[in-house]
């Protein structure tokens, strides 16, 4: 299975085997490090690989309403580095009552 260059990848949701697969090349490529990073604040580079799809859908829905982050922010009164975190990826800082808010607000609760 071929990984295409870009961010393409980022817009479907990967297989069980597809983010093996990119988990393993990311370790190979940068090493040891982000395993130890991934040990030492717990995270699971598997999940977050899995999660980027839900962040960059976020944010293409956001962006076909034609909302900014601002806007979002003062509807759902959820602050700004929040959207900012579940649009980016970041996994660990995400707060799950907040990303279900989000997602209900852009429509996407069949999706998830």
Same mark, same amino acid.
């Given at each position: 299975?071929?990984? %295409? ?9 990967? /297989? ?18 982000? =395993? #130890?990073?991934?040990?030492?604040? #717990?995270?699971?580079? =598997? ?15 956001? %962006? /076909? ?7 979002? /922010? ?12 579940? %649009?980016?990826?970041?996994? /660990? ?7 279900? #808010?989000?997602?209900? $607000?852009?429509?996407?609760? =069949?999706? $998830?």
């Amino acid at each position: 299975m071929a990984i %295409e260059k870009g961010q393409g990848w980022r817009r479907k949701i990967l /297989s069980t085997k597809e983010v093996k697969v990119a988990t393993r090349l990311i370790k190979e490529m940068i090493g040891g490090a982000i =395993e #130890n990073a991934g040990m030492k604040y #717990n995270l699971d580079m =598997e999940d977050g690989i899995r999660f980027m799809t839900v962040g960059t859908h976020c944010q293409d829905a956001r %962006e /076909s309403i034609g909302k900014s982050i601002k806007g979002v /922010s003062q509807t759902l009164k959820i602050p700004q580095y929040r959207i900012r975190e579940i %649009e980016s990826g970041g996994i /660990s800082r995400i707060r799950p009552d907040m990303l279900k #808010n989000y997602i209900i $607000f852009l429509g996407l609760e =069949e999706w $998830f």
